[in-house]
């Protein structure tokens, strides 16, 4: 029987080339904005971080959607539901794979990020500092700044496990459903579906962009304090609800695709 570890390496790597290839493409359209940004003579320190955060969200979204697209084929094929493995760890070797090839991408972002502030960092540094002050802090400390990355980090890794786990559920009890219902009620039934993921989506991301600033608050108010650990723990509680059920649908009820 196949193993985790095994089957893991095995989504990972294909992800993997993936995401390195949108990360040449977006590597290409930094330097090359750059460029012409330099020959049309708006070039400053401040350009190359400004450039850097508005092609990094593009490529950190298109990575999720393709992320996303990939998992959710992965579960309905045969080539890949016909490997001897659980349905258990199949879920969470798919969903892992997704996951770790993710970070990767954001790990590269922040190197980007690092990067092109490295030649305006003095004046950047000056704007934390009084960001500090204005906020009760005398300056900009490394703690402060290691706690609220920190916060983020741990944030950023829940809703994402979370948004994973509530699009599988999705899909797969859409999958299930179809078998029952007839053309015209299965086409029905995805315009309620899209519709309810729509107003999902707009109501955990309004919710994760406010906890997102609240962990902003902890690198520069020194009276701002947060139970972050308290929203994390719910996420993932939500989420390995949503993985079970998903599990179970897949094991009973999802019918997988030739290709």
């Known amino acids: ?6 089957l893991f390496k095995s989504f990972f790597k294909s992800r993997f080339r993936d995401m390195n290839f949108l990360l040449m493409i977006n590597l290409i359209a930094i330097v090359v904005s750059i460029i012409v940004t330099a020959f049309q003579g708006g070039m400053s320190n401040s350009v190359p971080l400004a450039v850097t955060l508005g ?15 990939t998992q959710e084929l992965t579960y309905t094929r045969d080539s890949y539901r016909l490997i ?40 950047y540094m000056d704007t934390l500092n009084t960001m500090s002050m204005i906020n ?12 609220g990355s ?3 980090f741990c944030l950023m890794i ?59 608050n902890m690198l520069i108010n020194a009276n701002y304090t947060a139970n972050f650990a308290l929203n994390i723990v719910v996420f993932l509680v939500v989420a390995a609800v949503e993985a079970a059920v998903s599990i179970y649908l897949m094991n009973n009820w999802v019918e997988t695709i030739s290709e």
């Not at 029987?1 to 095994?6: D, K």
């Not at 406010?210 to 962990?215: E, G």
């Open 1 to 6: 029987m196949t193993s985790f570890g095994n």
């Open 150 to 152: 920190l916060a983020i």
């Open 55 to 69: 092609w990094s969200p593009i490529a950190t979204l298109i990575a999720f959607i393709r992320l996303s697209i």
């Open 158 to 216: 829940a809703i994402i496990v979370l948004a994973w786990t509530t699009i599988n559920l999705i899909h797969l009890a859409s999958r299930s459903a179809s078998n029952f219902l007839p053309s015209t009620g299965r086409k029905i039934m995805n315009v309620v579906i899209y519709v309810v993921v729509i107003w999902l989506v707009l109501r955990v991301v309004g919710f994760a962009m406010d906890q997102l600033r609240n962990s902003v």
């Open 84 to 123: 001897p493995i659980s349905d258990t760890k199949f879920y969470l070797a798919n969903l892992a794979a997704s996951f770790v090839s993710y970070l990767y991408v954001v790990v590269a972002e922040a190197v980007f990020y690092l990067i092109s502030a490295i030649p305006n960092w003095s004046e």
């Open 136 to 147: 009760g802090r005398a300056s900009f400390d490394a703690p402060n700044a290691i706690m």
